[in-house]
């Protein structure tokens, strides 16, 4: 093998471990925003704010990478379309960190545990998205596309969790008019780990078109 096709394969690996190390930070952070959440653990809420300049920065890094191997080795077919690929997977794990951290910032103003069953529901939402980014990063780290359709459709109980928390709050609030400044913050959480789901498809979208040079809509 060339030294010019080692040197490229040795950078695309050092991408792919940047890429996991981003993915298990958003992952990490995710789950101690639904604790901080759980336990009003306001110190843990703002270890997560303050881990939103490291993701950036990471994504900066990967995505800088990506443009000089693709300036100066030229790559073609599927190496391309990874690379092309590794902007739209970077640039929803950014988002995924941004919502969050607006996740923990919603533990800091949510004082005790949120009414009726929404925290239950949002420990699950958290809980599927967890595992539905996990499926994903591996789906990518293996060039699986089926693995990345299995992985979007997990969207769907995220989905169904948002769709039922949503009905109940509404409820709740005409029923208990001063508790709707809460219900509106849970509403608020909710429509975040909703969205979090979203960019994870867009993720799953992203490796599909890696591996078979398909666009797949998977969010229906």
Do not use: W
């Amino acid at each position: 093998m060339e030294s010019g096709r080692i040197f490229f394969l040795e950078e695309m690996n050092r991408l792919r471990h940047d890429i996991l190390a981003m993915a298990s930070r958003v992952e990490e952070d995710l789950g101690k925003a639904i604790t901080a959440l759980k336990h009003n653990d306001a110190e843990l809420a703002q270890e997560v704010k303050a881990t939103d300049a490291v993701v950036n920065a990471m994504q900066l890094k990967i995505e800088d990478q990506t443009a000089i191997l693709i300036a100066t080795q030229q790559p073609v077919a599927r190496d391309l379309r990874e690379l092309v690929s590794i902007f739209k997977l970077t640039g929803n794990l950014e988002r995924i960190g941004d919502y969050t951290v607006h996740t923990a910032k919603a533990a800091l103003k949510l004082s005790g545990e949120p009414a009726f069953r929404a925290l239950e529901r949002l420990e699950r939402m958290a809980a599927t998205g967890t595992e539905m980014l996990r499926a994903a990063i591996t789906a990518y780290l293996n060039q699986d596309a089926q693995a990345a359709r299995a992985a979007a459709v997990l969207d769907d109980r995220i989905d169904a969790e948002h769709k039922a928390l949503t009905e109940e709050t509404l409820g709740l609030m005409q029923e208990h008019p001063e508790l709707i400044k809460k219900a509106v913050r849970l509403l608020r959480t909710s429509g975040f780990l909703e969205r979090l789901g979203d960019h994870i498809t867009n993720i799953c979208e992203g490796v599909i078109y890696m591996v078979e040079g398909t666009h797949e809509e998977l969010n229906q």
